[in-house]
């Protein structure tokens, strides 16, 4: 039986909600470079083949849904916060600052936003949590898709201007590799030296 992604948002839907938006981030964990967050309004039960969690897709289905997200949603923002922004608010206010800035990239604004995890106070806009939303919602899994593949693409091209940290192959995450490169050059530029006290 496949799971119904757009339950939360029919019943949002039937509760008078039009603008209905999905928000998701990626990229609060690794020890370098921006998080990223993404917006999303999708017009509810459109078809997406393989909508899901970006984290259980292969980057050759989340590179397909970026394009088939982008051009079927009626509207959608992807914004970040960069290392230093990182350092100077920690990271969980970071990540409301990337939310919030994506949300404000949406050309409806929202009467409604979806927000995967357990906490929303730091957003701008009326919202609603859900834990695990990113598996059970199709704008906030379309919204973690957007800010997944526009973090990886990032990290790409932070890797040809730091190639010793092979972030190409990590995208900023802890790996052993990350690590042993840190190691060995010690941070970069790019780096967030709040994730790295004891190194």
Same mark, same amino acid.
């Not at 938006?21 to 999303?40: I, Q, S, T, W």
């Not at 959608?76 to 100077?88: F, L, R, V």
């Not at 995890?117 to 609603?128: A, E, F, L, P």
């Given at each position: 039986?496949?799971?119904d992604l757009w339950t939360?948002?029919? %019943?949002? !839907?039937?509760? /008078?909600?039009?603008? =209905?938006?999905?928000?998701?981030?990626?990229?609060?964990?690794? @020890? #370098?470079?921006?998080?990223?967050?993404?917006?999303?309004?999708?017009?509810?039960?459109?078809?997406?083949?393989?909508?899901?969690?970006?984290?259980?897709?292969?980057?050759?289905?989340?590179?397909?849904?970026?394009?088939?997200?982008?051009?079927?949603?009626?509207?959608? %923002?992807? !914004?970040?916060? /960069?290392?230093?922004? =990182?350092?100077?608010?920690?990271?969980?206010?970071?990540?409301? @600052? #990337?939310?919030?800035?994506?949300?404000?990239?949406?050309?409806?604004?929202?009467?409604?936003?979806?927000?995967?995890?357990?906490?929303?106070?730091?957003?701008?806009?009326?919202?609603?949590?859900?834990?695990?939303?990113?598996?059970?919602?199709?704008?906030?899994?379309?919204?973690?898709?957007?800010?997944?593949?526009?973090?990886?693409?990032?990290?790409?091209?932070?890797?040809?201007?730091?190639?010793?940290?092979?972030?190409?192959?990590?995208?900023?995450?802890?790996?052993?590799?990350?690590?042993?490169?840190?190691?060995?050059?010690?941070?970069?530029?790019?780096?967030?030296?709040?994730?790295?006290?004891?190194?």
């Open positions: 039986m496949v799971h939360i948002e029919r %019943g949002l !839907a039937a509760d /008078g909600y039009t603008a =209905i938006c999905g928000v998701d981030e990626a990229g609060r964990g690794p @020890l #370098a470079g921006p998080v990223y967050a993404a917006a999303v309004i999708l017009p509810i039960g459109e078809e997406f083949i393989g909508l899901d969690d970006s984290k259980k897709l292969s980057e050759r289905t989340r590179d397909r849904l970026f394009d088939e997200i982008t051009a079927k949603a009626v509207a959608y %923002g992807i !914004a970040s916060a /960069g290392h230093d922004e =990182i350092d100077s608010l920690n990271i969980l206010n970071a990540t409301y @600052l #990337a939310m919030n800035r994506a949300i404000d990239m949406l050309c409806l604004p929202p009467d409604i936003a979806i927000i995967d995890g357990n906490r929303n106070k730091g957003i701008c806009v009326n919202s609603v949590c859900v834990v695990g939303g990113d598996g059970k919602s199709a704008s906030i899994a379309a919204a973690s898709i957007l800010a997944k593949v526009s973090r990886d693409r990032f990290m790409l091209e932070l890797a040809k201007v730091f190639p010793q940290y092979g972030f190409e192959r990590h995208k900023g995450y802890g790996t052993r590799l990350h690590y042993n490169m840190l190691r060995e050059f010690g941070p970069s530029e790019v780096h967030r030296r709040s994730f790295l006290k004891g190194l």
